[in-house]
């Protein structure tokens, strides 16, 4: 059955001209957008792919928002992980369904919404931050993304180490990566694995150092660059803008010394 589009959903509203804006479906609920004013309660029956009409005529078509959808509409009060390195740091380190996966810190939960959309509905990711204000609007985004059941926050600063034991994945995103690792490693099972992501040389080169002290193994690092097409007959050619650089990963595994 061709599943009917309802009052809580989250639905991913495209304009003629092709901007995207994610909205909750509520009864009575509008949503102002520079082509007019949307009545949201037209969508309710509605599948996807089909349309709702602006006050002024404009036809916005109603899509299923994807998990970099989610991820990229959150209300940033941080610099983000944008989704080609969230998906690689989700392939290379084997997170899937029903993993206890420990992330530090939080920021504007960017991250954590393709942790948890990849973990769910068994898993967990238990989210490290040490500022409060941060915690509260990522929780917001992440709720609005649908995903809160699979988060558990703690305000804490990463050094005083993690609650849980014997997780699958630990994913550092600090500004002093060196403050997560040996937490990170406590917090591991034997052969768990870890991803840091860092925008600059030097906390690479001190990560894998403390990587390489504190008892990880396979340590790799890389940059993952991403070029985005603009496509029209006889004219297609890189966009003319892009995201130059981000950050570099570094992933690595956890053995244990005999
Ligand atoms: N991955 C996040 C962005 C993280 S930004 C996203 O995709 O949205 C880095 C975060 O680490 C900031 O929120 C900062 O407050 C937090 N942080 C910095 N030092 C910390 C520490 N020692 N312990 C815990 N969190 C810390």
Request: hydrophobic residues 40%; aromatic residues 8%.
């Amino acid at each position: 059955m061709i599943k009917k589009i309802q009052i809580d959903d989250i639905v991913l509203l495209l304009s003629p001209d092709n901007k995207t804006f994610m909205v909750n479906i509520k009864e009575g609920k509008s949503f102002s957008s520079h082509l007019g004013m949307l009545d949201l309660t037209q969508a309710i029956g509605k599948s996807w792919g089909e349309t709702i009409q602006s006050n002024l005529g404009n036809e916005f078509i109603l899509m299923e928002p994807t998990v970099e959808d989610k991820l990229m509409k959150v209300r940033r009060l941080t610099q983000i992980v944008y989704p080609k390195d969230a998906a690689l740091i989700i392939f290379k380190t084997g997170i899937r369904s029903g993993m206890k996966v420990i992330e530090t810190g939080v920021g504007s939960g960017a991250l954590t919404i393709a942790l948890a959309n990849s973990v769910a509905p068994e898993g967990k990711i238990y989210s490290y931050e040490k500022r409060e204000e941060f915690i509260k609007n990522a929780a917001d985004n992440i709720r609005y993304a649908g995903l809160i059941d699979y988060v558990e926050f703690f305000n804490r600063d990463a050094r005083d180490g993690f609650d849980q034991t014997d997780v699958d994945v630990a994913i550092i995103d600090l500004p002093s990566p060196w403050y997560g690792i040996p937490s990170a490693y406590e917090s591991l099972r034997g052969g768990g694995r870890i991803a840091s992501i860092s925008p600059t040389y030097n906390q690479v080169e001190r990560s894998v150092q403390c990587m390489e002290d504190t008892g990880f193994v396979n340590i790799e690092t890389l940059e993952l660059i991403l070029r985005n097409y603009q496509v029209k007959q006889g004219k297609t050619r890189p966009r003319d803008r892009m995201v130059g650089h981000t950050g570099f990963l570094t992933f690595a595994r956890k053995a244990i010394a005999s």
